[in-house]
């Protein structure tokens, strides 16, 4: 057991002194194999008895912790380069709007900065959260919520009946870049205007406060 946990060790460090030289070492398994194969070769030429070589045994024990050692480099060289995640985006920005009755027409915007996540990371799923309403007054439909990206010139249309709190699912920028600027709006139409001291107005108003996206996204496709 002292010999197995000796290759072991050893070839853990020389794996680790590879590893650095490679900028991500899933692109070379060759170069990984080729070092593993020499280092067998240097433990075949020190491993000697009067000049005679191991015994068959020690030389399966050492191919075998050499096999388990590649196995583990892979492993953990997937987890280290392939990965995926999720990031949530809040804004204390308000989405605003007020119409006269009969109009319909675009809130303010709400807009949300990603970054910090890798360079290559893609959208594998979005979410919009339109946070909670603060202010409602007079007969305001909510038509669909509108999202758009720095990463494509196209916006996407959401529907959406105006509820708040209410996770809106997206699909227009699935494989895009994850890093980038949001922005978020809403399309509503004045059915009526609000009624201050038993009197109806000409005007309607809706806000929405507190609302956030969730990126999810994953660097290896």
């Not at 853990?12 to 991500?24: A, D, I, R």
């Not at 996540?117 to 409602?136: C, D, H, Q, S």
């Not at 996407?156 to 996770?167: D, I, Q, Y």
């Not at 509503?188 to 009624?195: D, E, F, N, R, W």
């Amino acid at each position: 057991m002292a010999y197995e946990l000796e290759v072991f060790s050893y070839l853990c460090v020389k794996m680790k002194k590879s590893e650095k030289s490679l900028s991500n070492p899933l692109k070379y398994p060759i170069n990984i194999i080729r070092n593993a194969a020499g280092w067998l070769l240097i433990f075949s030429n020190n491993f000697r008895i009067g000049g005679i070589f191991m015994s068959r045994n020690k030389f399966l024990k050492l191919m075998f912790s050499a096999v388990l050692i590649l196995t583990m480099v892979f492993t953990t060289t997937n987890a280290t380069y392939a990965a995926t995640g999720s990031k949530k985006v809040t804004s204390s920005g308000t989405m605003s709007i007020a119409l006269k009755t009969g109009q319909t027409g675009n809130s303010s915007e709400v807009v949300f900065i990603v970054s910090g996540l890798p360079t290559n990371a893609v959208i594998t799923k979005l979410e919009v959260n339109p946070g909670f309403i603060k202010y409602y007054a007079g007969g305001m439909l909510t038509n669909y919520l509108t999202l758009t990206s720095s990463n494509r010139s196209a916006s996407e249309k959401v529907t959406w009946g105006g509820a708040g709190n209410t996770t809106l699912k997206t699909s227009g920028f699935l494989a895009s870049r994850a890093n980038g600027t949001y922005t978020i709006s809403f399309n509503c139409t004045c059915l009526s205007g609000a009624i201050v001291n038993g009197m109806i107005l000409d005007v309607g108003g809706k806000t929405y406060s507190s609302p956030y996206i969730t990126i999810y996204w994953d660097d290896s496709l």
